[in-house]
Nanobody, 123 residues
Framework: VQLVESGGGSVQAGGSLRLSCAASYTGDPHCLAWFRQAPGKEREGVASTDSDGHQRYGDSALGRFTASRDSTTNTLYLQMTNLQPEDTGMYYC?????????????????????WGQGTQVTV
């Protein structure tokens, strides 16, 4: 499995960014998700999509972020709006084999097997 993120950058508070994750894998369906990590903080689940497109969101993303998945290209997106300084961090794409994603509960990052290199978001 290979995951390549893009789309990070620096924006002012209130601005928007769209992250992309190009996923390459063969065989079984995979859950795809976005996590983020700020310096000195635990990796936090932001959003995930099951292989059928069903989405889950972490509390910090509700109402501001939208995850989507293009199954034809295996690309995961994260549209982020009304960005705030507390959204600053490295954003990672993650994958886990299986149709359905686990809940984005604290500590569940360990349930994901594959990670991209990350893309930096600074607000």
């Amino acid at each position: 499995v290979q995951l390549v993120e893009s789309g990070g950058g620096s924006v002012q508070a209130g601005g928007s960014l769209r992250l992309s994750c190009a996923a390459s894998y063969t065989g079984d369906p995979h859950c795809l998700a976005w996590f983020r990590q700020a310096p000195g903080k635990e990796r936090e689940g932001v959003a995930s999509t099951d292989s059928d497109g069903h989405q889950r969101y972490g509390d910090s993303a509700l109402g501001r972020f939208t995850a989507s998945r293009d199954s034809t290209t295996n690309t995961l997106y994260l549209q982020m709006t009304n960005l705030q300084p507390e959204d600053t961090g490295m954003y990672y794409c993650a994958a886990r084999g299986g149709m359905y994603c686990p809940e984005l509960s604290r500590g569940n990052a360990v349930l994901f097997d594959h990670w991209g290199q990350g893309t930096q978001v600074t607000v």
